[in-house]
Nanobody, 115 residues
């Protein structure tokens, strides 16, 4: 299993970013996918999750209405569209999949929201 995130950047408050996570090594469409983030000095937290078919989506209260998770099962890719970014969204964002009783993580992508 391999998860590779991309799309992180420095962005001004109120801006937007789209993160991508390219997955390989497992039957992508059969598994829920998650985005987590970890800010400096804080624990890693779940940001959003999406079911295998993309029907069910859940969000952390802190990002509801601003972030949208989606997936393209033909491309084995999950996305996180982030709008109205705030400085408190600054963190390393990780893609996650729980496959065969094991938690797999990508290497993370840095998102910095600052003026």
């Amino acid at each position: 299993v391999q998860l590779v995130e991309s799309g992180g950047a420095l962005v001004q408050p109120g801006g937007s970013l789209r993160l991508s996570c390219a997955a390989s090594g497992f039957r992508f469409s059969s598994y829920e996918m998650n985005w987590y983030r970890q800010a400096p000095g804080k624990e890693r937290e779940l940001v959003a999750r999406i079911s295998g078919a993309g029907v069910r989506k859940n969000y952390a209260d802190s990002v509801k209405g601003r972030f949208t998770i989606s997936r393209d099962n033909a491309k084995n890719t999950v996305y996180l569209q982030m709008n109205s970014l705030k400085p408190e969204d600054t963190a390393v964002y990780y893609c996650n999949a729980y496959v065969a009783a094991y938690d797999y993580w990508g290497q993370g992508t840095q998102v910095t929201v600052s003026s």
